[in-house]
């Protein structure tokens, strides 16, 4: 079974710096995706971004990117310029590409909290 | 492009009693999940919907939780007899299909079991 590890609980940035979230991950499949969510206290997940396995290069959205190590098999996000809009739980997860459920599984998550 | 639609918000409810959530999909939209998110932990797959049939719903508590999407369209989560240990949030998702496709997540269900 495929399983997401979030070591991280809780994370403390200063607004304008950087971050980084680790995520690693277990599965034997070749090709899936990974993702990372944000979940503010609306409740309302959000994906922020994400990544296909057979891809090398890393994904990036604005002030977001991904460092993706497929043999180690770890993904971490990365913020720049962290904004206070930032803070809110972020959640690492994966789905098979192919066959059955298309199924996110999901870390435990992580509370992000940007300071002033 | 209305988003995905949840109700009720919030719903507290004495062990032992039903509940039922409602979900609407985004329009056009194919593939509906729900999903169970306890407090502390990320969201877990119920059940997977494909216009109005089962996917996948290994992980369902058959004995109590029923889920059904009869015109591919809405779709309801019901408990009955609700236990404890179900309080969490239902969050309800849907893509357009089954492959490589964004899941779109509703604001979820509160729901608090006393």
């Known amino acids: 079974a495929q399983t997401v590890t979030q070591s991280q609980p809780e994370m403390s940035v200063q607004e304008a710096e950087t971050v980084t979230l680790s995520c690693t991950y277990d599965t034997s499949e070749s090709d899936y995706y990974l993702f990372w969510y944000k979940q503010p206290p609306s409740r309302q997940m959000i994906l922020v971004i994400r990544?296909?396995?057979?891809?090398?290069q890393n994904a990036t959205e604005n002030r977001f990117s991904v460092n993706f190590q497929k043999a180690a098999k770890s993904f971490s996000l990365k913020i720049s310029d962290s904004q206070l809009g930032d803070a809110a739980m972020y959640f690492c997860?994966?789905?098979?590409?192919?066959?059955?459920?298309?199924?996110?599984?999901f870390g435990k998550g992580m509370k992000l909290t940007v300071n002033p | 492009e209305a988003g995905v639609a949840q109700s009720p918000r919030y719903k507290i409810i004495e062990k032992r009693q039903s509940v039922a959530f409602w979900c609407n999909p985004i329009s056009g939209h194919a593939t509906l999940y729900w999903y169970q998110q306890i407090l502390g932990q990320g969201p877990k797959l119920l059940i997977q919907?494909?216009?109005?049939?089962?996917?996948?719903d290994s992980q369902l508590p058959k004995d109590r939780f029923s889920a059904e999407r009869l015109k591919g369209v809405d779709s309801t989560l019901k408990i009955q007899p609700a236990k404890l240990e179900d309080s969490a949030v239902y969050l309800c998702?849907?893509?357009?299909?089954?492959?490589?496709?964004?899941?779109?997540f509703g604001p979820g269900t509160r729901l608090t079991v006393l």
């Open positions: 997860a994966y789905r098979p590409q192919q066959g059955g459920s298309e199924k996110l599984v």
């Open positions: 998702a849907s893509s357009w299909g089954r492959t490589h496709n964004e899941q779109f």
């Open positions: 919907f494909q216009n109005n049939g089962v996917v996948d």
């Open positions: 990544q296909e396995a057979y891809k090398q």
